[in-house]
DNA sequence: GGTACCGTACTCGGATAAGCAATGTCCGAGTTCGTTGGG
DNA sequence: CCCAACGAACTCGGACATTGCTTATCCGAGTACGGTACC
């Protein structure tokens, strides 16, 4: 069992995206330096949490990505199912009706899987721990820490309120 | 997220046991044939289960395999962990430090990645729940809604206690 | 001087290869049982 | 008749192909901006 990488590359671009707080478009490629990632595959990850409705694009020069809800509104459970897919960790393949399975009456399996239901309950309190914390409770949590980050990201897109050659700094 | 499927398989055929309830070997075939699996590959997964400990081996004729221990010492987290290894769904590459997180000083790294606690934690949960459940419990909730199946399986393997011909039946 | 048009540069978006782990298969080492020959 | 040695069959155990998915990369469609020509 593993989640893929994306997810985590996902959950540090939002928090990212979260520090800077404003409606101003940040490009891949740009998103992708800010933590010396493969811009190309980023590119990737980006147009799956597009899909989901937790980035909004735009395209052509000063396009990107930005928030598409307050970061208070996601959660990591939808970083995760927009990345890694929303289907759960364990398939059930209903084995229990082949085999010996066959020569038993059909009433046997109204019910669900005994071991489906246990895993699907593992699962559910998976689920349910990430989608009780939010990006925005992430940034407390590393602003709390290391106060000095959210600076710092601010800094890299141009974002410093005392900087006055903001607009037209490229 | 995906688990391997020889997590389902280990289950089926550990409850399988738990109901011959006896310390006689079952060759991996006549495991295989019950739930009308491919005998090499369950073969596989067996050998993992024994290697982990949960069930015993015995080679030769008349060899087989046999639970280790009671099934109500042997939680759902004991064979997933078996076959589909220890390690978590989700891995932190430490991301934060690349990029931008260069140029932060290093007592911003002295706790742990905020989204990696969160993760673990999520991990914690789902493994929490596997662990309260063992194949005992299975056994019981199957036995409630299903109570032909055992019988099904203990004739299957010629554990029918009615007849006197179970020496030498072969 | 103002306005409309055009070319350019930059962005996302999806279609297209490469790598690796999970899946699936096979044959060899080891052990027990049945048989056979001898005492 | 009893015992010991031998051969055969059956089992697990690990080494060897193959498939599918994750990872990784590229190029094309679309858009806003800057410059230029015209009114």
Redesign the pocket.
């Known amino acids: ?2 989640l ?3 997810v985590e590359w996902g959950l540090h671009i939002l928090l990212t995206l979260a520090w800077l707080g404003d409606q101003e ?7 992708a330096a800010s933590h010396d990632l ?1 811009a ?2 980023l ?2 990850h ?2 799956a949490l ?2 989901a409705g937790l980035l909004t ?9 930005t928030l598409a809800r307050p970061p208070e509104q996601i959660s990591l459970l939808d970083v995760a199912e927009a990345i ?2 929303s289907q759960g960790a364990f398939r059930c393949s209903e084995i229990r009706r082949r085999g010996m399975g066959e020569s038993l009456p059909a009433r046997c399996f109204e019910g669900p899987c005994a071991i489906n239901a246990v895993m699907q309950s593992a699962d559910a309190a998976w689920r349910e721990v990430l989608a009780r914390h939010s990006i925005a409770d992430i940034r407390g949590t590393v602003d709390e820490h290391a106060p000095e980050a959210a600076g710092v990201a601010r800094r890299l897109f141009d974002r410093d309120p005392g900087s006055a050659s903001r607009s ?1 700094s490229r």
């Open positions: 069992m593993k893929s990488e994306g478009p940040v490009p891949a490629a740009k998103l493969p190309a595959y590119n990737k980006l147009q597009s899909r694009s735009q395209p052509g020069p000063r396009g990107g990505f890694d897919g037209r």
